[in-house]
């Protein structure tokens, strides 16, 4: 349903974007995730028909982005970072305002039925002026679901609300997305992982990732993490664990667990298990751990020539 191929925006004399290429398909729900500054906001202007691009090829539900405008914003919604909302109208009448706007049949009906969708249909009639942040997030997500869009373009829905709105929003991404294409970006890495298909990490213009969450643990981190808890003491056990073959690091955590790694290629758990019975220690838990989509971020967005995480 989106379809990416060499995609360049220059302003002035500074590439944003630098000929990326990715797609999305019906029913999949990619996240979009990047520093500030890295190129997410632009592209997503750009697959909305906000702006055109300097070069390369996108399409959108099929039309290109170019030449089909018009047949790209019929199916496409849009929710902004910031909603244009009307504080003095209600949520029905802005909704149908904006269904008139948009040259929508039945505009009445189809207002009622996005604020049903986003679970607002019992505040039809209250202003939007008394909604709380995750209310008004919740009426910008309906008029993106005004003209049933096939593909949904989400910049930040989840910012600024607290933890109760955060999962509500959450869910009803999930839900939409079902029978829809939803890109969306969002700085909350733990979202992207629990509800993403596949994520997109861009960085200073670049797209530096596109996978699951979890291959692109497993192709970045090249080894294996386990973690062990044994009962009572265990001061000497890291070294013990240090020594045997093939482990590349031992941690103690501050919870009083272990924490070892092991090259992909030389699997070290037989033998750490064994080091830890013959050494008299009760394993109570032995379970491996994967890289945080944070870690994955943080390391494939590092400024490698100085070490430090981009801006």
Same mark, same amino acid.
């Given at each position: 349903?989106?379809?990416?191929?060499?995609?360049?925006?220059?302003?002035?004399?500074?590439? %944003?974007?630098?000929?990326?290429?990715?797609?999305?398909?019906?029913?999949?729900?990619?996240?979009?995730?990047?520093?500030?500054?890295?190129?997410?906001?632009?592209?997503?202007?750009?697959?909305?028909?906000?702006?055109?691009?300097?070069?390369?090829?996108?399409?959108?539900?099929?039309?290109?982005?170019?030449?089909?405008?018009?047949?790209?914003?019929?199916?496409?919604?849009?929710?902004?970072?910031?909603?244009?909302?009307?504080?003095?109208?209600?949520?029905?009448?802005?909704?149908?305002?904006?269904?008139?706007?948009?040259?929508?049949?039945?505009?009445?009906?189809?207002?009622?039925?996005?604020?049903?969708?986003?679970?607002?249909?019992?505040?039809?009639?209250?202003?939007?002026?008394?909604?709380?942040?995750?209310?008004?997030?919740?009426?910008?997500?309906?008029?993106?679901?005004?003209?049933?869009?096939?593909?949904?373009?989400?910049?930040?829905?989840?910012?600024?609300?607290?933890?109760?709105?955060?999962?509500?929003?959450?869910?009803?991404?999930?839900?939409?997305?079902?029978?829809?294409?939803?890109?969306?970006?969002?700085?909350?890495?733990?979202?992207?992982?629990?509800?993403?298909?596949?994520?997109?990490?861009?960085?200073?213009?670049?797209?530096?990732?596109?996978?699951?969450?979890?291959?692109?643990?497993?192709?970045?981190?090249?080894?294996?993490?386990?973690?062990?808890?044994?009962?009572?003491?265990?001061?000497?056990?890291?070294?013990?664990?240090?020594?045997?073959?093939?482990?590349? %690091?031992?941690?103690?955590?501050?919870?009083?667990?272990?924490?070892?790694?092991?090259? %992909?290629?030389?699997?070290?758990?037989?033998?750490?298990?064994?080091?830890?019975?013959?050494?008299?220690?009760?394993?109570?838990?032995?379970?491996?751990?994967?890289?945080?989509?944070?870690?994955?971020?943080?390391?494939?967005?590092?400024?490698?020539?100085?070490?430090?995480?981009?801006?």
């Amino acid at each position: 349903m989106i379809q990416v191929n060499g995609l360049i925006k220059d302003y002035g004399s500074r590439r %944003a974007l630098n000929a990326i290429s990715f797609h999305a398909n019906q029913g999949e729900i990619v996240g979009f995730l990047g520093p500030n500054g890295a190129g997410k906001t632009t592209t997503m202007r750009i697959l909305t028909g906000y702006m055109p691009p300097t070069e390369g090829e996108v399409t959108v539900a099929g039309y290109d982005i170019v030449e089909e405008s018009l047949e790209v914003r019929k199916r496409v919604g849009y929710l902004p970072e910031t909603v244009p909302l009307y504080n003095d109208m209600t949520a029905l009448d802005y909704l149908r305002f904006m269904a008139d706007l948009r040259h929508i049949p039945n505009s009445e009906e189809r207002a009622a039925e996005a604020l049903e969708n986003v679970n607002l249909g019992n505040r039809a009639n209250s202003f939007v002026g008394s909604f709380s942040k995750g209310m008004r997030q919740r009426v910008g997500l309906a008029q993106a679901l005004l003209h049933r869009p096939e593909v949904l373009i989400l910049d930040e829905p989840t910012i600024g609300l607290d933890p109760n709105q955060v999962v509500e929003i959450r869910e009803l991404i999930r839900e939409i997305g079902k029978d829809r294409t939803v890109l969306f970006s969002t700085h909350i890495l733990s979202e992207a992982q629990q509800i993403c298909d596949r994520v997109l990490i861009i960085n200073k213009g670049k797209i530096v990732a596109e996978d699951t969450p979890e291959n692109l643990q497993s192709r970045l981190t090249g080894a294996q993490r386990v973690v062990i808890r044994v009962r009572g003491e265990s001061d000497d056990l890291p070294a013990k664990i240090k020594k045997v073959k093939g482990i590349r %690091a031992v941690e103690t955590k501050p919870d009083g667990s272990i924490e070892f790694e092991f090259s %992909a290629g030389q699997d070290a758990r037989p033998q750490v298990a064994k080091t830890v019975i013959q050494g008299g220690y009760d394993l109570l838990e032995f379970r491996p751990v994967g890289m945080s989509l944070e870690e994955i971020f943080l390391e494939l967005t590092r400024d490698t020539s100085t070490g430090k995480k981009s801006s």
